[in-house]
């Protein structure tokens, strides 16, 4: 008797037609939305380290940065501080030094930020640069990839 119930069941279950009409239009719905995000938000590409803040007249940021990295941090816009924005008023770039312990060659990026109120204390920062569309990052990173 139970193996009876079991094959009505399962037959049942097999004549049934699967109702999917919804599941396509929420799924091209979805990509609509990400796809229109993608076009109208911009996004930084962030780096978090560690960096040496010293106060007099103004506050300046020391960030000791390896040399493929100069030119994209050379250019950030603002930095996250104990999850505060504070924007960079100017930036001045080092000559080439060389690490004796590692022998990695560095530059130490020096900016001037605007605020005047942080103490003279190693901090871990997040600098934010290199600004474009969401869908323009997506690309370079199929691009990049190949």
């Not at 924005?85 to 004796?100: G, H, P, Q, T, Y």
């Amino acid at each position: 008797m139970y193996e009876d119930l079991v094959y009505v069941n399962s037959s049942y279950l097999i004549s049934l037609k699967p109702k999917r009409y919804i599941l396509p239009i929420i799924t091209l719905g979805l990509m609509l939305i990400l796809l229109i995000v993608g076009f109208y938000y911009k996004t930084y590409d962030t780096k978090v380290t560690t960096g040496y803040i010293t106060c007099e007249e103004n506050c300046y940021l020391d960030i000791k940065v390896t040399l493929d990295l100069v030119s994209k941090l050379s250019n950030a816009e603002f930095i996250e501080l104990d999850n505060k924005k504070i924007n960079v008023l100017n930036r001045e770039i080092s000559e080439i030094l060389v690490d004796k312990n590692s022998n990695i060659n560095y530059q130490i990026i020096k900016y001037e930020l605007d605020t005047k109120e942080l103490e003279s204390l190693f901090y871990e920062v997040k600098l934010y640069y290199d600004k474009d569309l969401i869908i323009q990052k997506i690309i370079n990173i199929f691009l990049e990839s190949d």
